[in-house]
């Protein structure tokens, strides 16, 4: 969109073009158009106006997926002010530590959907309010001096502080550029048109469901049906009533596969379905033709993170390509290879570039100076490598590469021959310390039906297919793998989630 600086603009000329087009469906059913969505907009930017937010101010938004997030972000935008959501799953010390930090002038908790964000608003003590984008509860807080504002899309819209972060928080700061780009670069990948109806089970609240679900839709003026909490059995009916987009990550699509096998299908059968992408982890072969064949569809991977607005390269994958790559890079985004970092010739850290890196972490040069370079990459801390084709591997995280006996033990491969096996819904591979300077290969896995394999079975079956260094020391099996709200895997809690399991088989 031209001439678009700030991202709610998007929302006001679909409101002002075709206003009784379909928006959104809220997380209850209810249904709003462009115009609806606008006038939210406005009705959510006066209530933050009457807590005393204006242009610089942050404001904290404790949520789940409803139709408020999105008001309250667009909001946001419409008083210059920084939008920062959090997942209300956060515990009250992690929400406490990102607010000290952030020093906002109000928060809204979307308490109607989340118990959760209930909760913390009544820690709070947050008023109840009845609007026109839903019931919640909202905060004056004191807050920190504003922010200065650049009038082109050079300022900050929304801090998104990165899961997983210990010590000091890092807030990724966000520009209304960053997000504008990453909303037109989604909606080409996907083709994205005003008739679709994009399925939105990501969070709001991380990068992958801000950038490449709500703003593209936004971009593009198609409609979203959001979903408070990822559910395998709304999903199948979300696609079986005529979804025609689903971004997700491998997690959703391998619960919703198992969901279906339960339950005597096989196959998906969607008329309607058009799209279907993965994101935020790996893709195995096996595991990508099991996919293919559940959808009908070429399942698309891609590859981002929160610091790049979600996107640097994606798939444009006919169906049963073999192909397992995250794609080529994305249009005006640059990827190098620092292989100094990678130990292993042709592999190297991913570094990137383009209108889809961070403006920097708030308050944290240090941490800044340390991601980016003189030159204006971001250094990724994954490591990959490019095919003759400009095609991007992404072989496992630098600070997860495991050295076993001198070899390197890339995670994502180990798994992806663990995930080979019928019975294994999702699996997580980690090296751990052990006498002598090496490391063990730990796997935990996630199966379909208790006692549906033993972990000696699932030994015997990776060691067909995994040299002999690359094997697991050992094998646990586990009822469900520590994730985000995403569904990605929390790889830095596996020890601590499983330390008596461990203990018990040492």
Same mark, same amino acid.
């Given at each position: 969109?031209?001439?678009?600086?700030? +991202?709610?603009?998007?929302?006001?000329?679909?409101?002002?073009?075709?206003?009784?087009?379909?928006?959104?469906?809220?997380?209850? *059913?209810?249904?709003?158009?462009?115009?609806?969505?606008?006038?939210? +907009?406005?009705?959510?930017?006066?209530?933050?106006?009457?807590?005393?937010? *204006?242009?610089?101010?942050?404001?904290?938004?404790?949520?789940?997926?409803?139709?408020?997030?999105?008001?309250?972000?667009?909001?946001?935008?419409?008083?210059?002010?920084?939008?920062?959501?959090?997942?209300?799953?956060?515990?009250?010390?992690?929400?406490?530590?990102?607010?000290?930090?952030?020093?906002?002038?109000?928060? &809204?908790?979307?308490?109607?959907?989340?118990?959760?964000?209930?909760?913390?608003?009544?820690?709070?003590?947050?008023?109840?309010?009845?609007?026109? #984008?839903?019931?919640?509860?909202?905060?004056?807080?004191?807050?920190?001096?504003?922010?200065?504002?650049?009038?082109?899309?050079?300022?900050?819209?929304? +801090?998104?502080?990165?899961?997983?972060?210990?010590?000091?928080?890092?807030?990724?700061?966000?520009?209304?550029?960053? &997000?504008? $780009?990453?909303?037109?670069?989604?909606?080409?990948?996907?083709?994205?048109?005003?008739?679709?109806?994009?399925?939105?089970?990501?969070?709001?609240?991380?990068? $992958?469901?801000?950038?490449?679900?709500?703003?593209?839709?936004?971009?593009?003026?198609?409609?979203?049906?959001?979903?408070?909490? #990822?559910?395998?059995?709304?999903?199948?009916?979300?696609?079986?009533?005529?979804?025609?987009?689903?971004?997700?990550?491998?997690?959703?699509?391998?619960?919703?596969?198992?969901?279906?096998?339960?339950?005597?299908?096989?196959?998906?059968?969607?008329?309607?379905?058009?799209?279907?992408?993965?994101?935020?982890?790996?893709?195995?072969?096996?595991?990508?033709?099991?996919?293919?064949?559940?959808?009908?569809?070429?399942?698309?991977?891609?590859? *981002?993170?929160?610091?790049?607005?979600?996107?640097?390269?994606?798939?444009?994958?006919?169906?049963?390509?073999?192909?397992?790559?995250?794609?080529?890079?994305?249009?005006?985004? @640059?990827?190098? &290879?620092? !292989?100094?970092?990678?130990?292993?010739?042709?592999?190297?850290?991913?570094? @990137?570039?383009?209108?889809?890196?961070?403006?920097?972490?708030?308050?944290?040069?240090?941490?800044?100076?340390?991601?980016? @370079?003189?030159?204006?990459?971001?250094?990724?801390?994954?490591?990959?490598? &490019?095919?003759?084709?400009?095609?991007?591997?992404?072989?496992?995280?630098?600070?997860?590469?495991?050295?076993?006996?001198? $070899?390197?033990?890339?995670?994502? !491969?180990?798994?992806?021959?663990?995930?080979?096996?019928?019975?294994?819904?999702?699996?997580?591979?980690?090296?751990?310390?052990?006498?002598?300077?090496?490391?063990?290969?730990?796997?935990?896995?996630?199966?379909?039906?208790?006692?549906?394999?033993?972990?000696?079975?699932?030994?015997?079956?990776?060691?067909?297919?995994?040299?002999?260094?690359?094997?697991?020391?050992?094998?646990?099996?586990?009822?469900?793998?520590?994730?985000?709200?995403?569904?990605?895997?929390?790889?830095?809690?596996?020890?601590?989630?499983?330390?008596?399991?461990?203990?018990?088989?040492?």
């Amino acid at each position: 969109m031209k001439d678009v600086t700030r +991202i709610h603009q998007m929302v006001a000329r679909h409101a002002a073009e075709r206003p009784t087009a379909p928006a959104m469906i809220d997380a209850d *059913g209810t249904r709003y158009d462009w115009a609806g969505y606008a006038a939210a +907009i406005d009705a959510a930017a006066a209530l933050l106006a009457a807590q005393g937010v *204006g242009a610089g101010d942050r404001v904290l938004i404790v949520a789940e997926n409803c139709f408020a997030v999105a008001a309250t972000v667009m909001a946001c935008s419409a008083l210059d002010a920084w939008a920062l959501p959090v997942n209300a799953r956060m515990s009250p010390a992690e929400i406490d530590r990102i607010a000290a930090h952030a020093e906002p002038r109000a928060a &809204l908790y979307t308490s109607a959907v989340s118990k959760e964000a209930a909760a913390h608003a009544e820690a709070a003590g947050a008023q109840a309010m009845a609007t026109a #984008f839903g019931n919640v509860h909202v905060a004056a807080l004191p807050g920190g001096a504003p922010e200065p504002v650049e009038e082109g899309p050079g300022q900050v819209a929304v +801090i998104l502080y990165t899961t997983g972060t210990t010590g000091a928080p890092k807030g990724v700061m966000l520009t209304h550029g960053n &997000l504008i $780009f990453a909303a037109g670069a989604s909606r080409d990948l996907r083709n994205l048109v005003p008739d679709d109806h994009v399925y939105g089970a990501l969070p709001l609240t991380h990068v $992958f469901g801000l950038a490449s679900m709500l703003m593209a839709s936004a971009m593009t003026g198609c409609q979203v049906e959001l979903a408070t909490r #990822f559910s395998a059995e709304a999903l199948y009916q979300a696609l079986k009533r005529g979804a025609t987009v689903l971004p997700a990550v491998p997690q959703m699509h391998a619960v919703l596969m198992a969901y279906a096998a339960q339950h005597g299908h096989e196959t998906l059968g969607s008329d309607r379905l058009r799209y279907v992408s993965s994101g935020a982890a790996p893709l195995d072969p096996a595991w990508k033709r099991k996919a293919e064949a559940f959808y009908g569809l070429p399942l698309q991977n891609g590859y *981002g993170m929160t610091e790049t607005t979600a996107g640097v390269s994606g798939t444009r994958n006919a169906i049963g390509d073999p192909d397992t790559s995250v794609g080529p890079p994305l249009p005006g985004v @640059t990827v190098r &290879l620092d !292989e100094s970092v990678g130990n292993e010739p042709g592999v190297g850290e991913v570094l @990137t570039a383009g209108p889809h890196i961070m403006k920097g972490y708030y308050k944290n040069p240090e941490a800044t100076a340390q991601a980016l @370079t003189a030159d204006g990459f971001m250094r990724t801390g994954d490591l990959g490598r &490019l095919d003759a084709e400009g095609r991007l591997h992404i072989v496992g995280r630098s600070k997860e590469l495991i050295i076993r006996g001198g $070899f390197n033990v890339y995670p994502p !491969e180990v798994e992806a021959a663990l995930n080979d096996h019928p019975a294994v819904v999702q699996s997580a591979v980690i090296g751990r310390k052990v006498a002598g300077g090496n490391e063990e290969v730990l796997a935990f896995c996630q199966i379909t039906a208790p006692g549906a394999v033993e972990a000696e079975t699932l030994g015997r079956f990776v060691a067909e297919r995994l040299s002999g260094y690359k094997r697991p020391s050992r094998i646990l099996i586990v009822d469900a793998l520590p994730a985000a709200a995403t569904g990605k895997i929390l790889k830095h809690k596996l020890l601590e989630t499983f330390a008596e399991a461990l203990d018990e088989t040492a």
